[in-house]
């Protein structure tokens, strides 16, 4: 998993009033859940504020990034756990990191890549993805960029559940019949099936 460099300043108000000064000087409130755990047995949050230009590269994009998070000086290493984005203008209203460590599993989403030239598809069949990522759990240094899954012998109106895959070092928490990809069918398919019976 490639990694990027986010650089943050420490906020030490948190209410509404706050949010919208922090919002309304181009920054975007986030939270850092720490693995420290306070009395209430929750991780510590910490609350910061990072510059939207900052956020980019992590937000708009369909790979996934470890965060080198540097906040006030202090350094340490994170994911992203959640976007909220503005209803309307699409803008980052507030994002949540989570702190992670080379010993402690972690569940992230990993986005899937298709190989292959499918059977089906050479027998006039259209492939398509069911999903786009995948839940997998795993210590962050065993996390790829993508899953690599191999089609090529997915026959016409067969599918690929979540159930028949495996990745090494990875447990996979998506439901087992979760489709995948599947081949489906197309009208020229079909007439061609038709025309051979």
Sequence with gaps: MKSIDIKGTARTETGKKSTRETRKAGSVPCVLYGE?????????????????????????TPNIYSV??????????????DIQFHPVKDTILHVDFYEITETKPIVMEVPISLNG???G?????KLQAQVRKLKVKAVYTSIPEKLDIDVTALDLGKTIKVGELSFEGLELVTPKEVVVC????????????AAQK
């Design 182 to 193: 599947a081949v489906r069918l197309t009208r020229a398919a079909r007439g061609a099936a």
């Design 68 to 81: 080198n998070l540097t906040i006030d000086g202090q350094e340490c290493k994170a994911i992203l756990k």
């Design 117 to 119: 030239l499918a059977v």
């Design 36 to 60: 420290k755990k306070g009395e209430n047995g929750l991780p510590v949050a910490t609350h910061f504020s990072v510059e939207v230009a900052e956020l980019r590269n992590l937000v708009y």
């Design 121 to 125: 598809v050479r027998a006039g069949g």
